[in-house]
Structure formats: structure tokens, C-alpha cells
């Protein structure tokens, strides 16, 4: 039996990750399974708007709402081998309803001959004190707004001790609902390596590795700036965070898998979706990644150190939902010579027809309206260089208060294969009903609101006492001086020669990390990427009046990170944009030209010629 059952070892844990988002390959537990060596399995399957769809499944059927394929899929191939290799699972996968998620798990394991000791996590879902917060004036920690009246979901991002009393209870499998996602593997490190709760560094390594390992094959060539050192995607294997006493960690992935484990990938995914690296907030630890550090330290294995911890906030993180009318997007090939400019006005005739039409039935016009040419790099903005395409895709999207509304412009949109402009061809993707959509409401609510709980197979396990609050304020943090020495020359050549990038989302806001090729160049970096150029190269996402850009450095990776405030037209399945969660935008950064030393730009030009 490979899998750890004593607590407090000195031994590295080792814990691999087998899911970074619900609906994420099935192929990556058996892969680990089979050649990670494990303590510890987690699946990290939740975002907002996972919340939002797993409510509605729960609407519809009373044991719904959790990800049902954590059981139906990935569990009925692996159980066997879980429990004959004494690997725990930790998983986040019991969503909206962790019970369900046990019971569907029990019967499975049931109908197989075993029997594993389930504990689930309670207390994250605040709906029940909906109209108490109502009443208490909670306010939207973005947009200073109310609490809307429809109310979808409401859930409270809880820590890892619970999980880790679970653990220490015996518990084969631990099923939270919401939970920070860096917790799925703290709760084990608290558990094995006997952290105290007020040991804020180690708090702070171990929910790094939680962090880098938390969007699966994220850290093992997913995603990564120079894809081209991956080779075959088709087997990526998944990583494994071996974690020792003292906080550090290696970075690596089962032997005979496919991607890669190098020092640029888990830095640029230590960067992925965070704001302040000095104050990264989480339920256990307000983390300070900017001396952090890499190296490789055999093949396919990067070791990483130098976080350090705070006291955690007084708070939680609470994210609720809220219906917010409807939208939908329609796709269509067009040919031919000056194709953008033939999408772009037959777009611009459909949407002023049928808004005629929305009149004359008795309906508001749009709430709000896109037409993105794909194929025209519509994402560049101003920085396009493909006016000239001769194929791309009309990409129509509107929103309105009735779904009857959208359904009126798509039934208008094939007249343009005969009543537009030629080259007018088929669709692409198929053509989307009226969606709902759902907006994301966060505030913080006070930690003695929250009841945090853990039932094991029905028995009630007591949490440890809470240490006396030592609360660190992360607004009383001074900006940090950023001063490098200003550099001008008529030499330029694209951010990507000297650094590589990965940007995502939270909510509506996005984030960029820059992340240096070679120390050398980070006086050059530091000196182009200043938040006013950013944001005037960024400028075509930044139209919201809250818009803007801040910038923070992490000497020890020789990295940034830019923080571009409500930059998604709403972010997620709210916004219209064909790229509403910022995955393109460091992309579109990697692009900007900024000068260096003439020696420099000859030595990257002749590095790249053929």
C-alpha cells in the first residue's frame, strides 16, 4: 500500500491533481494512479458560475447539484485502485449539494464491495441567512451595490482545516462544497505534517502548491508561452506536488506522460488569476509570493520555495449569484475579398433589422450588442493585422430582458445567406437558444456567520479551536517603488523575445503575468510596462469607467503581474465578448514592441533567424 496513513510524517506528501475545472479529461486519475506513487488524489472542479449551473441542477432534482461525473465517470474506473493503493481523495466536487455527492459515491462503492469512510465539509452555503445579510446591508465589494432580489446562489470560500480534521477523523474521502481551491491541498499538508495553524510561511508554500496544481495540466506544459517545447498534447500528463516538512515542494508529473515540467510553466501558472502578490488572500493565510523562486532540479521537476504567510482576514470571501437577464451568440462563415469589412456590415443591417422588428412587436431593443469578426484578430483591438483576411466568422451576440427577444433575431440571421453579402456561408457552431445570464455578486461576511462543519458517515467531528485573530490589513500595504532606470531606442522587438506570460479571470476583472526569460532583461521590462503603457495597449478591453491597470513586481521569479479591473464586459457567462474570461490577453501583451540595446536586438534577430 503506497498511500500514508500517519499523521505528522516528515516524509515529503506526495499529491497529484486530477482535475482543474468540471468537465476536465477523464484520462488523468488512472494516469496518476498508475505512475504518481500518491498519498493524496484531489479534483478542484468549481467556479462561480459552476455554482450557478449546479444550482439549477438542484432545482430540477433533489440529489443534484454536485459533479456528477466525479462518481459516474472518474470514480467507477478508479475507486478499486484508490482504496487498494490507500490514496485519499479530496475534492471539492459535492458543489451545491456535498450529501448527494456522498451518497452517489456510498452506492457506488457499495454495488463494488467496498466501503470507504466519507466525510463532507459543511457550511460554505449561506443562502439560508439571505435575507439576515439582506438585512445587514452587505455591499458588493467591487461596485459598492446591493444585494440584488433574486438571489441563485450564495456560498462562502471556506479554508482547509476542516478538511484536515476529516482527515485526522479517519475520513478515506473528504467532499466539500466550496472551499478555496488552494485548500484541497493544504488540508492534507496541515494534516500529515502536523502545521500549526499559526505557522503562516508553511501555510503560505503549501497553498502555493495548491495554487500551481489546482488547474491540473496548467503546470505541465498547459497553456504554456513556448508551447512548442510540449510536443504531444495528447497525453499531457497531470502534476504532482511533492511536498516536504519545511513548506518546499517539486513540481513534477507520472513518468512516460506527455507535456512538460519546466521553471517558465509553474512560474507563469504561480502568476495565474492572483491580484496583489503580496497579499494574496486565502481563508488560512494572506500569502506574499514576490520572493518566491524556481529551479529545475532533475528532468521534469521544478523545485519552488519563498513564500511567506500572514495572518488570515477576519473574513470570508462570499460569492453569490444572480439571474440577470438573457443572451446569445450566432456564428457564420464568410469568403471573399475584403471579408471583415463584407461581416462587419452585414452584422451592423442584421442587428438594425431586427431591432426594427423588436419595436414593432411590443419589445425593448438590446440590452447589449457585439459583432466580432473572428479571423480579423478581433481580440488585438487597434492592433489587428489581419483587415485583409478573405475567410473569418461573423460572430453576432445580444442580450435583452426576454429570451423571446433573441429568439426573434435568430430566426432573421439565415435571410443573410440569401439577402447579405456573397461568400455568406454555412453556420459555425450551430445557433445557441437564449442563455440566462448569470452575474457574480462578492462580498465579505464576518467568519462567526459562517458554521463550518464536517459529517463523517453521520457522525459530527469537532473542529479545533480557532487561534485569537491577528488579522493583517493588506490595505495598509505602501505601493510598492518600482523605479527602474528610464531607456529609450529606435531598436524594438516583441515582449515575447524577452518574457513569456499567462493571464485569466476573476469575475470582471482580468490579470497578466509577465514573467522575464533572463534577469538581464528585467530593467528593459520594467522600464516598457509601466501601467500607462499597458493600459493604452490594452486599451480596446478597458472601456468600463472603473477600468484600470496596476502593476505589481515579484523580484524573486523576476516577473509581474497586472491586475486590469473590469475588463470583461462582465466577465463570464455575463459578457459578450469572445474572449470573456482574458485568456487571450497576455498574448496580446507578448505582442507589444518595446526597445532594447541595439546589441540585444541583434542577438534575439539572429537568434531567431532560420
Known sequence: MTGNTDSKTQRAVRIGCAAGFWGDTETAAPQLLAGGRLDYLVFDYLAEITMSIMAG????????????????????????????????VVTNAGGVN???????LRALAGSMGLE???AVVLGDDLMPELEALRAAGVREMYLDSELPETVVTMNA????????????AGADFVITGRVADSALVLGPLLHEHGWSIEDYDRLAQGSLA??????????????????????????????????EADGSFVIEKPPNTGGRVVVSGVLEQLLYEIGDPRAYLLPDVVCDFTEVVAEEVGPDQVRVRGARGRPPPTQYKVSATYPDGFKTSAGFLLA????VEKAEAVGKALLHKTEKLLRTRGFAGFRDSRIDVLGGEVVYGAHSRARQSREVVLRLSVSHDDGDALKLMLRELPQMGTGGAPGFASGVGGRSGAMAVIRLFSFLVERERVHVRVDLDGESIALPPSPPPAFFDAASLAPQALD???????????LIALATGRSGDKGDHSNIGILARDPSYVPYIG???????????????LDNPRSKVTRWALPGSSSWNFLLEHSLGGGGVASLRPDPQGKTFAQQLLAMEIPVPQELCERLTKSESP
Not at 471573399?336 to 471579408?339: H, K, S
Not at 527602474?484 to 516583441?494: A, C, I, M, T
Not at 522600464?527 to 478591453?541: F, G
Request: glycine share 10%.
Open 57 to 88: 441542477h438542484r432545482l430540477r432534482r433533489p440529489d443534484g447539484g454536485h459533479a456528477h461525473d466525479f462518481v459516474t465517470r472518474v470514480m467507477r474506473q478508479c475507486l478499486p485502485a484508490v482504496m487498494e493503493q490507500g490514496v485519499k
Open 98 to 104: 456535498p450529501l448527494a455527492s456522498r451518497e452517489a
Open 116 to 118: 470507504p469512510r466519507i
Open 157 to 168: 470560500y471556506l479554508g482547509a482545516r476542516p478538511i484536515a480534521a476529516a482527515l485526522a
Open 210 to 243: 495548491g495554487h500551481i496544481v489546482e488547474c491540473g495540466a496548467q503546470a505541465t506544459g498547459g497553456l504554456l508561452t513556448d508551447w512548442e517545447l510540449v510536443g504531444d498534447y495528447s497525453d499531457l500528463g497531470f502534476p504532482i506536488a511533492v511536498c
Open 336 to 339: 471573399g475579398e475584403n471579408a
Open 484 to 494: 527602474y532606470p528610464d531607456f529609450d531606442s529606435e531598436f524594438r522587438v516583441p
Open 527 to 541: 522600464a516598457a510596462l509601466t501601467e500607462t503603457a499597458v493600459a493604452r495597449h490594452m486599451a480596446h478591453v
